[in-house]
């Protein structure tokens, strides 16, 4: 899946990528503030971990409180 580049937040490289877009047709968005790949990679792999091993310290009616409470939150704006 690819996805689109960010604009940059900073105003001045907003305005330069948006000359240069004028210029050549393609817009040049800089890595600001780019992750390293491996750090992701890694920080990927603690999220997997974390979800289950929270669950499994928890009792039944601690995750059915969490339960009820992310489903209100998801219905909280539709009536």
Known sequence: MN????????INSLAANIVLCA???EPIIE????KDPNAV?????G???GGIA??????AKE???I??????ARWKNND
């Open 3 to 10: 996805k689109k580049p960010k604009r940059p937040r900073d």
């Open 47 to 49: 999220e997997l971990k």
């Open 31 to 34: 890595e600001y503030g780019g």
């Open 41 to 45: 990679a890694l920080g990927r792999k």
């Open 63 to 65: 995750r059915s409180e």
């Open 23 to 25: 210029k050549e047709g």
């Open 67 to 72: 339960a009820k409470k992310a489903a209100k």
């Open 54 to 59: 929270r669950a499994k310290k928890m009792t």
